[in-house]
Structures are given as structure tokens and as C-alpha cells.
């Protein structure tokens, strides 16, 4: 059973850095599509980015150039480092993974079946 954990949340001025850590345990996570989303209070849940199985990312319009999605195979962790942080990135993060082998890697939050409890992200002028 794939367990996921995310860390590394708090608050941070604007124009500043955060870097969200998410530990995987209990399967061969590599094999799997994972992704990053968020909530912002009072607003449905987005999809920040994905990271697919052969490495290759992508985001969200509102993060790129900004946020870089990577992943450490041997420490079975996956990492979101996130630059330039604004108003509008304030909410609560979360890791999930999509078991769906052979699909395509998308930011549909109802495409992933396992969920980390997630990690709040404050960013303040």
C-alpha cells in the first residue's frame, strides 16, 4: 500500500522560496505518475504540476518558470521547489500519485488514487 507524507511547508514572504518535500513508502513509486496540487481556502482543488514516470514535468500555467518539480528515486522522495512564491500560491499542498499504469500524466485531481495529508503554504508581503 503506497503511503505519502509532504513536509516543508510555512510561511514565507513574497518574491521568496519554499521547497515541499514528499515521502513515498510502500511501492515502486517511479513507475507512477505523480503530481503536486493546492487548495486555497474557499477555492477548488488545482493541480500545480506532474512529474511522469520518465522524468518529464508539467504545469500549471500560473507556476511556470517558477516552480520545479523533481523527484530522488533512491530516497523514494518527491520534491517541489517553489521561487518567486506570491499571494495567490497561499494554500494547503498535497502529493498524490496516480496508479494508473500506462496513462497519460495529467493534473486531474479525481486521476490519483493515493493522497498525502498535506502542508500548508503561507506567503505574505
Known amino acids: 500500500q503506497v503511503q505519502m507524507a509532504e513536509s516543508g511547508g510555512g510561511s514565507v514572504q513574497t518574491g521568496g522560496s519554499l521547497r515541499l518535500s514528499c515521502a513515498v513508502s510502500?511501492?515502486?513509486?517511479?513507475?507512477?505518475?505523480m503530481g503536486w496540487f493546492r487548495q486555497a481556502p474557499g477555492k477548488v482543488l488545482e493541480g500545480v504540476g506532474v512529474?511522469?514516470?520518465?522524468?518529464?514535468?508539467t504545469y500549471a500555467e500560473s507556476v511556470k518558470g517558477r516552480f520545479t518539480i523533481d523527484k530522488v528515486t533512491a530516497q523514494n522522495t518527491l520534491f517541489l521547489q517553489m521561487n518567486t512564491l506570491k499571494s495567490e500560491d497561499t494554500g494547503m499542498y498535497f502529493c498524490?500519485?496516480?496508479?494508473?499504469?500506462?496513462?497519460?500524466?495529467?493534473?486531474?485531481?479525481?486521476?490519483?488514487?493515493?493522497w498525502g495529508q498535506g502542508t500548508q503554504v503561507t506567503v505574505s508581503s
Open positions: 510502500g511501492d515502486r513509486y517511479s513507475s507512477y505518475c
Open positions: 498524490a500519485i496516480d496508479l494508473r499504469l500506462g496513462r497519460a500524466c495529467g493534473t486531474v485531481p479525481g486521476d490519483f488514487a493515493v
Open positions: 512529474i511522469d514516470r520518465d522524468g518529464s514535468t
